[in-house]
């Protein structure tokens, strides 16, 4: 089956930990994004990426780092700099970078950082 | 940055109930998007908007783009247990970057 995967669903760091949420997708995309949802909130895009090894800020990049060294991995470090890191975290994907094109999300890592 | 804003933020409705969600931008929107996330799950692509003053049905569903392009109506017609979750307007207001709107979040009560 095509689709986005997340992993791990649930993840429990310690504060001043840096910790790496991974997304892969297997839909031969070009362009992957990462947004963070907090309650009651939308998502706010964090890092996307048109194409191998090029990627831009979002909105909120301060305290997370990103990587595109393949096409179909976009993972996300999320450092000891992002002042508060407990939230859902959702990486997601489309055929290409332009505003036309529909995003497909996968199932999303919900990070709490103690 | 941009905006994209949405209203209600919270809706409770009897089942059978009518819902509308509007969604407003501060600039003109080349297109729209709407999304529609279910409790504990992930985003969903429901529809795309193009042109000015567009109308689209997805059966119960009414979606219309403002003539100005500058905002977005979502309409449910009898809502059903189904249509709970949080529904999303997204735009790209300045050029290939998104912004998802603050969200509605839909109970429906049986």
């Known amino acids: 089956d095509g689709g986005i995967t997340q992993s791990p669903k649930y993840l429990f760091r310690k504060e001043g930990q840096n910790v790496t949420l991974s997304c892969e997708q297997n839909l031969n995309h070009d362009a992957m994004y990462w947004y963070r949802q907090d309650p009651g909130q939308g998502l706010r895009l964090i890092y996307y990426s048109q194409i191998v090894n090029d990627f831009q800020k979002g909105d909120i990049a301060e305290g997370y780092s990103v990587s595109r060294e393949k096409k179909e991995s976009f993972p996300l470090t999320v450092t000891s700099a992002q002042k508060n890191p407990t939230a859902f975290y959702l990486c997601?994907?489309?055929?290409?970078?332009?505003?036309?094109?529909?995003?497909?999300f996968g199932p999303g890592t919900r990070l709490t950082v103690l | 940055g941009q905006q994209v804003m949405q209203i209600p933020q919270y809706q409770h409705v009897q089942e059978g109930e009518d819902f509308t969600t509007y969604c407003n931008s501060s600039t003109t929107l080349s297109n729209i998007q709407w999304y529609k996330q279910r409790p504990g799950g992930h985003p969903v692509f429901l529809i795309q908007?193009?042109?000015?003053?567009e109308v689209k049905k997805q059966k119960r569903l009414t979606f219309q783009f403002g003539e100005a392009k500058k905002n977005s109506s979502l309409h449910i017609t009898a809502t059903q247990t189904t249509d709970v979750g949080t529904y999303f307007c997204?735009?790209?207001?300045?050029?290939?970057?998104?912004?998802f709107g603050t969200g509605t979040s839909l109970t429906v009560i049986p």
């Open positions: 997204a735009g790209p207001p300045d050029g290939n970057q998104f912004y």
């Open positions: 908007l193009v042109k000015s003053g």
């Open positions: 997601a994907s489309s055929i290409g970078l332009g505003p036309d094109h529909e995003q497909f």
